[in-house]
């Protein structure tokens, strides 16, 4: 059971190496946040990054009421 979860955090680790690299690389960032009531920890660090590193964002909201 410790393997899966030192293979757990080393993928979740390995996303968001992934993310801010291609956030880095950009212009421009669109977030597509499906559920907002759903936490997505992968998503707030990479709209948090996007803040912190002055990029442009947009927020997509497509929840239909």
Do not use: C, W
């Amino acid at each position: 059971m410790n393997d899966i979860h030192r293979v757990q955090d080393y993928l979740a680790d390995q996303t968001v190496s992934s993310d801010f690299t291609l956030i880095d690389q950009s212009d421009f960032v669109v977030v597509d946040y499906f559920d907002p009531e759903i936490n997505s920890s992968v998503v707030s660090n990479d709209m948090q990054y996007v803040h912190d590193n002055d990029k442009d964002d947009t927020y997509i909201d497509l929840m239909k009421g």
